[in-house]
Each structure stands twice: as structure tokens, then as C-alpha cells.
């Protein structure tokens, strides 16, 4: 019978994953942009109906590695799924015709303007079916998904459609996120000016203090500055741990690509002691902020 399942499901472009059989899904819907159809793929928990969710931003090196889901994403969708969520992991470059988006310049603009309304997209698609919860949605981003995190769950987001949705974005979390400081949080790719940064939605911010790709004291200044106007977002600053943190199996090492600013590379790999704590601290900031019914 199983096998027969999974032969069931592959017809008709679904299929079983891991041992506890999460159901992945391959979908589409539109962005709020107008002009893009994103692909993403759609991962089910193990539990009854209406799910909870989590929508998923990668980062700047695109959703998929030789053709499947980053070991990174993958890793995070079957721990949310063992915790009954739902997953969506949203493809927001290949749409677009772009590939990798790391270094400077028009692509990655472009990403960081239209991101915010790949997310309301994602958050109208999940909220259209009936096996979701349209009061139960949460957020989380990776490196420049991190940063179009913070972009979206912004009270004046650029990404939030007119009217605005009668459920927003419950919780958000996001990892080493890119444009996390005062100025990129501001005009032109959000609303607000420089220093008035404000959401409702909690947020949680997971950073290493030896990521010298997307560096913590910009972020820090920026969310202990954004604490003091008493809003709800919360960092946790890992002491030995750089960029891409929490992949699992990642040697620590040099990627060939961008050349930073000061003619270093950066440097990214897996510190066990800060994965483990962000893989309890994650889905307990999604539990107190999306409790199950």
C-alpha cells in the first residue's frame, strides 16, 4: 500500500518525504507584482486540518541546489513539519530569470524591491486554501531573505497590499539577514524614514557575531534601537558563529563569491552549538506566536 501510494502521489506531482511521510507539493501563485508567477514548494505536516505555516525567503543563492531544495531549507521545513506546520518554500529568482543575486547591483535591487510582494503573495496563495489557516501564517527568511523579512513585516512595507489582509503575518524570524540597519531599512524600500522603523509582528533576529558577510553590529544597533521605541523584535547574537550557521554538515569555509567590500570572502559554515539553540529557539517563537487551536 505504500508503495503503491507513493506511485499515487508521483502521478499527480506529489510526494512522500522522510520516514513520518511529510506530503511535499509543487505550486504556484502569483506576486503581488503583477507581472511574476512564482513556483514554491509546499511541504504538509503529519496532522489534521487547518495547518499553520511558515513561508520561506531564501537567500541571495536561490532556493535549490543541483535541482533540489537547499540542504539548509529542507533541514528547517521537516523540523516546522514535525512541529505541525506547514511549509512553503517560495522561489523568487528563477521566475525572474536570475540565478545567484549576492553581488551588487540591478538584480539584487530588484530583489529587494520585489520580494516584499512575493511574500504577500505567498501569504493570499496559503490563505486562499482550505487546509491552512489564514490566522496562522508566519515568516522566515534567510541572508537577503532575512532582509526582505524585515522589509515585509515593516508597519509601512512596500510589499503589503491595499486593503490589507484581514490576517497578516503572525511571526517572523530571520536568519543573518541582510539590509538589517538603519538606513536600508528605510526609504526607498520601505515607506518610513530613517530611524522609524516599526512592525506588530513579532520578530525574531538569529545572527553570528563572526559573519562578515551580513555583519551583526549594524543589525544589533538597528534592533536594540527599534527595542527602545518598545517594539516587539528580539536578537540572539551567537558568539563563535558565522554566516549560514545553522546548515547542517557545512565545513566552515571561504565561498569563491562576492568579494566583500574589503577584499575578503565570506565565511560560512555550520556551528553546532548555535544550530541547536536556533533549532529549539525557532519553533518555540513560532508556537508562543502561532499556538495550535
Known sequence: MCGYLRLLLALIGIELLGAAGAIAEEVEFDSLDGKTRLPAELRLPQSDPPFRAIVFLHGCSGLKRNGAISATYSAWGKLLNDAGFAVLMVDSAAPRGFG?????GDARKRMYFNRPLDAYGALRYLQSRPDVRADGIGLAGWSQGGGITLLTVVSESIGRPDPRPEHDFKAAVAFYPSACST?????????????????????????????????????????????????????????????????????????????????????????????????????????AHIPAN
Open 100 to 104: 545567484t543575486t549576492c553581488g551588487a
Open 183 to 287: 538606513r536600508a531599512q528605510s526609504r526607498p524600500y520601505t515607506s518610513v524614514e530613517p530611524g522609524q522603523w516599526s512592525t506588530s509582528i513579532p520578530l525574531l533576529v538569529l545572527h553570528g557575531a563572526k559573519d562578515n558577510w551580513t555583519k551583526v553590529r549594524p543589525c544589533q544597533e538597528f534592533v536594540h534601537a527599534a527595542q527602545r521605541r518598545r517594539q516587539p523584535v528580539t536578537i540572539q547574537v551567537y558568539p563563535d558563529a558565522a554566516h549560514s550557521f545553522d546548515a547542517p554538515s557545512l565545513p566552515l569555509q571561504r565561498r569563491s563569491t562576492p568579494v566583500l567590500a574589503d577584499g575578503t570572502r565570506p565565511l560560512i559554515g555550520t556551528n553546532e552549538p548555535a544550530r541547536n539553540d536556533a533549532r529549539r529557539r525557532v519553533p518555540a517563537h513560532f508556537e
